[in-house]
């Protein structure tokens, strides 16, 4: 499937504060990017590959007091349903290096907290059943709200609120998994079916010898995301940073794809 992306920002920033931002599609496993066009008002731009995570950042430094930009990307994405019944959990001493910080907890996945529920509730399934499964309860358990979590809520949160919006379904299912034994990470990208229309966040889990596609909102699945970037959890890839506040005054995404 091909995603054409479309972005407008539009904040209200520091004078010459700097900006990093992480919205370009990442050159990943399944995804190859055709077309990436970034446009920002008034600013200079400078490039980092590989910052932590498999994709990329840009420093912008503007000359006022706003950030304006648009951003328009193609992506060819060549990712299979994912067979969840099929794949197994690799034993911990086959793990790759760079997999393992993703067992371990995290400041918004304390799955250390969470082990003895994960236990009694899914420690009878193995491998891809298990996340079939933690991707079901958590479907059903929570619902999703616009607005009721912010950016300090964690999973131990979301749990008792038993709401939240994608950021919160991916920090709960990467923290049921990684409570399990199955390495998970936090992934931001762009989805063709997010409603309403943003930024989005799944889980992706290593079984198989490969990272997987989790997304426990329903909105978007592995054929139809656009990844962007990966982290411990949210805290890692944030799509914007500044060192000073910024208002936010516009920002739209739209997603479209084709076969």
Not at 174 to 179: E, K, S
Request: proline share 5%; hydrophobic share 45%.
């Amino acid at each position: 499937m091909k995603l054409t992306i479309d972005l407008s920002m539009d904040y209200l920033i520091q004078y010459a504060d700097p900006v990093l931002l992480a919205i370009a599609p990442a050159w990943a496993a399944g995804q190859t990017v055709v077309q990436s066009d970034l446009a920002v008002e008034n600013a200079s731009l400078r490039w980092i590959e590989d910052a932590g995570g498999v994709g990329q950042r840009v420093w912008v430094v503007t000359t006022s007091e706003r950030l304006r930009l648009r951003f328009h990307a193609l992506v060819d994405i060549d990712r299979d349903p994912v067979p969840w019944q099929e794949l197994d959990m690799d034993a911990w001493e086959t793990l790759p290096a760079d997999v393992l910080p993703y067992l371990r907890p995290s400041r918004f996945c304390p799955s250390d907290k969470l082990a003895s529920f994960a236990g009694s509730r899914f420690g009878h399934l193995r491998g891809g059943a298990r996340i079939a499964a933690i991707l079901a309860w958590t479907e059903d358990a929570l619902s999703y709200v616009p607005g009721s979590s912010h950016a300090g809520t964690s999973a131990i949160d979301t749990f008792l609120s038993r709401q939240g919006v994608c950021r919160d379904y991916a920090h709960i299912v990467c923290t049921l998994a990684r409570a399990l034994g199955i390495p998970a990470r936090y992934t931001t990208g762009y989805g063709l079916n997010v409603s309403p229309p943003d930024f989005h966040a799944v889980a992706e889990v290593w079984l198989g010898q490969g990272w997987h596609v989790a997304d426990a909102t329903g909105m978007s699945t592995a054929s139809s995301l656009a990844i962007i970037g990966t982290g411990r959890d949210a805290g890692d890839i944030p799509f914007m940073e500044t060192a000073q506040p910024a208002t936010h005054l516009y920002q739209a995404v739209h997603v479209s794809g084709a076969r």
